[in-house]
T-cell receptor, first 115, second 113 residues
């Protein structure tokens, strides 16, 4: 099976702009989570989607949003970009087994640079 | 609150030696503990995981131990090789009904030939 894919791999934006990142999970996986990775803060949970519904959200401002489509693909959006949003954005997918935290597999990430 | 502490932040060992990385979690509801290896410029890759109904799990040179009472778990790598050099992250699950993971801050392991 193909792994988790993310597009684009690299993005350069300026402050105030908005950006949309895309994630395609492993075939058959129904849950998608997003994480922000920075040298200073490590890996921080952004949000999780299952069955097109946001199931959990991390402590990020409302400028960060996401959605999931019926084919389990997910997008995240960041509006009014700030310098501090520069990071590697990783998505992870899992099969989704009811009643337990499932094994997650990460995509290669999107490297966002805000100038 | 949800928190995972990871130590040490850097670890240097000679090829063939063992390496141990330790993590402590705060939430009693956590019941799933994966370990990820991230090489420079690459995605985190799952190397081993353990659930709270098990005390130890091994996979060739890698093992993980879990002490639920003390709320800590450890990664053990034996007979280290230069290709083991990477950043290792521990994580703990948030609760049963979500895949949300709380990550430790990472350990940079360097294995010298």
């Amino acid at each position: 099976k193909a792994g988790v894919t993310q597009t684009p791999r690299y993005l350069i934006k300026t402050r105030g702009q908005q950006v949309t990142l895309s994630c395609s999970p492993i075939s058959g996986h129904r849950s998608v989570s997003w994480y922000q990775q920075t040298p200073g803060q490590g890996l921080q949970f952004l949000f999780e989607y299952f069955s097109e519904t946001q199931r959990n959200k991390g402590n990020f401002p409302g400028r960060f949003s996401g959605r999931q489509f019926s084919n389990s693909r997910s997008e995240m959006n960041v509006s009014t970009l700030e310098l501090g949003d520069s990071a590697l954005y990783l998505c992870a997918s899992s099969l989704e087994v009811a009643g337990r935290t499932d094994t997650q597999y990460f995509g290669p990430g999107t490297r966002l640079t805000v100038l | 609150g949800e928190n995972v502490e990871q130590h040490p932040s850097t670890l240097s060992v000679q090829e063939g030696d063992s390496a141990v990385i330790k993590c402590t979690y705060s939430d009693s509801a956590s019941n799933y503990f994966p370990w990820y290896k991230q090489e420079l410029g690459k995605r985190p890759q799952l190397i081993i995981d353990i659930r709270s109904n098990v005390g130890e799990k091994k996979d060739q040179r890698i093992a993980v131990t879990l002490n639920k009472t003390a709320k800590h778990f450890s990664l053990h790598i034996t007979e280290t090789q230069p290709e083991d050099s990477a950043v290792y992250f521990c994580a703990a699950s948030y609760d049963l009904n979500t895949d949300k993971l709380i990550f430790g801050t990472g350990t940079r392991l360097q294995v010298f030939p």
